[in-house]
């Protein structure tokens, strides 16, 4: 056999004999070479022979060893000396005291309770002793076992003993308290242990886990494992979007992961209680199944063994284990998306794989709403950016067959056909309306609102709409709180949304609108994106309609998206709700079961202001004409030619200008001042709010208005203050834009151009 210096392979297991007398020596290594016999197909052993204590320490400190045993009659140390520094040297290694001493005396010593076993010499006969090592070195590697487990788990691992003091730390749980591995170990666990208990506890200064205890067997004496699952990010994050299933709220009672162990030939050998509540299967069934009762797909499977066969590789090459997404299978055939970690470790007899199973469905259906969410927003520029070209095209439209209505003769055919295309152009203006409302541009008026006030005063209009055969209930809770939000947007809102309501129930029913107030807290309000939690005023349009399947309720608030015949309906409604409860601040969510209804609830933020009241409508003159100067500045050749003949028309002077330069360049030509600025707010070069902002330093108290395919969102981007005092959307005809001029130069009003946000700060 080799001395202290050899090197074995790591089947091998080493036993350290301590002893100074040659004929004892002599007589165990016959003793083990006879068990190693008989040990083959568990691997080798090999003996560490040593005379005396200081030369068994010195070996502790290179080679490892699977079982001391022990003569604690040694030259250079007494009992107690020996059996300390040696349990001091190598902690967690089984020693065996086989020594001339009678228990009696060992137990006298106060020795005893340190060992794991004794054997006395007079008593002892080769195949005793032979029992007492085969068993202890099953108990060794079994240890070892549990060891490779612990370490490599994700979560902290703690093994405390009877009187609370911990034993042994995986890495995860050393960063968790903050202290090193040799830190931990001897020291009290601080915190009441139950089998069985899931409960929260404070590890180090500042962190919080999750833990769930199991009794163990650790160095032969009864022990408890506790499992540390850090939570502390995840009580942190909860009022934020719940990403994983540490974070949300649903999951707050949640355990550990599933840990479940296979053999070499892929069947379950161990099955611990959360994979019992994750996959549905009872203990006792689990054990001798294969992955094939754990995960759905072939597909899916046959990476589970492909990653099982590269664990291996992984375990005894020292890298990390890999991580993978599959479809995991339910007791009852569900399935469900799973994310797994894989483990192989060897023992004596055999190969295994322990792998953790966390159910990821919440965080997936998250991600699902997020992607949504994103894909909203992007149609909703797209759909701005259409809207607003388009607004430009009708703009000329709608002005030139203005200009053309009011020059031809009536009777005609020809007034008849112009006056066709200008329906036309009013029917998709309202289209672009529709647009914007989705995309969240269209120009707002929000004020504080009563949403009782507003039904109340809508239901009968409502119920005219959608006939008799279907009855209106409305409820309103009392005392309800109020908004803020555009009266006609709102109205729009509840039109569309019963409007919605009506189709579903094509042979009649009830169809109900409740108003609420409802506090949403951080896991109520997971479920909307970038929402946070507060006090909210509940809308609620409820029917007992024919409901949608989940592929439509997924595509419900897309534009253009209808499950009407072709010709039936524009697929903008549902999608202009959408975007008007979006730009105020609001959120809204869908509930339906086919053949079963569908309810609607919008969230609208409480406002705690009281009431303001409409300001008075400036009065209109009925004259719109004058002979002012007015500087026009509009990118677009057509929208800028039909602005300049009606202004023209009504008797003002108009420069008009393609570009910003252009009119500063014109501005300074002129010897006469301007009496108005007529702006587009997005061009190129430089936008309408910088030019006005220079205009006014030249010519200060000069009046401004813009106008813009964009609106309200653009106008804060590009830093106008006022909207609601000098703002123009396209499309419009050449009378509101005389009539619209015509009030600012009366009524002296001056819009403050800032400039954009980024200047300012």
Known sequence: MKGPSGYLAMETSRILHVEDDAIDADWFARVVERMASERTPRGSLEIIHCKRLGEALECLRFATVSVIVLDVCLPDATPAQAVAQVKSAAPGIPVIVLSGRSYAEMCGAGLARELYGFVSKSDASPVFLGEVLRNTLDLSQAQAQLRSVIHRSADGMVVIDANGVVRFANPAAAEMFGRSLDELRGQPFGAPVVTGDSAEVQVGLDRIAEMRVVDIDWEGRPARLASLRDVTERRRA????????????????????????????????????????????????????????????????????????????????????????????????????????????????????????????????????????????????????????????????????????????????????????????????????????????????????????????????????????????????????????????????????????????????????????????????????NAEPGSFVRLSVIDHGCGMDRATQARIFEPFFTTKPEGHGTGLGLATVYGIVEQSRGHIEVESELGRGTSFRVYLPRIREAGVEPSPAAPVREDVGGSETVLLVEDDEVVRRVARQGLEAHGYRVLACESAGEALERMASESAPIDLLITDVVMPEMNGCDLATLVSKRQPGIRVLFISGYTGEAMLRYGVVDQSAAFLAKPFGPLTLVRRARELLDARVELVATRPREERD
């Open 238 to 529: 909860e009022a934020a979007l719940r990403t994983s299933e540490e974070r949300l709220r649903a999951m707050s009672d949640s355990a550990p992961d599933a840990m479940v162990t296979f053999d070499a030939r892929g069947h379950i050998v161990g099955w611990n209680p959360a994979a019992e509540r994750i996959f549905g299967h009872p203990t006792p069934a689990a054990l001798g199944l294969t992955v094939r009762a754990l995960v759905a797909g072939a597909d899916d499977r046959q990476r589970f063994q492909l990653a099982s066969a590269r664990a291996a590789v992984t375990t005894f090459g020292g890298g990390e284990p890999a991580t993978l997404v599959l479809r995991g299978l339910r007791g009852d055939s569900r399935d469900f998306p799973m994310e797994v970690q894989l483990a192989h470790w060897q023992a004596a007899d055999g190969a295994f794989t322990t792998a953790f199973f966390r159910d990821i469905t919440e965080r997936e259906q998250l991600e699902l709403k997020l992607a949504s969410t994103q894909k909203m927003d992007a149609m909703g520029r797209l759909a701005g950016g259409v809207a607003h070209d388009f607004n430009n095209l009708l703009t000329a439209i709608l002005g030139h067959t203005e200009m053309m209505l009011q020059e031809l003769p009536e009777p005609s055919s020809l007034r008849e056909h112009v006056a066709d295309v200008r329906e036309a152009g009013l029917r998709a203006a309202q289209l672009t309306h529709q647009l914007l409302a989705f995309s969240r541009r269209q120009p707002t008026s929000p004020r504080p609102l009563d949403l009782g006030q507003t039904v109340s005063g809508m239901q009968r209009m409502l119920q005219h709409i959608i006939g008799e055969d279907i009855t209106i209930e409305a409820a309103c809770m009392p005392d309800l709180w109020a908004v803020r939000a555009d009266p006609s947007q709102i109205e729009q809102v509840i039109l569309n949304l019963v409007v919605n309501a009506k189709d579903a129930m094509p042979h009649g029913g009830t169809l109900r609108i409740e108003l609420t107030n409802v506090e949403l807290d951080s896991a109520a309000v997971a479920a909307f994106p």
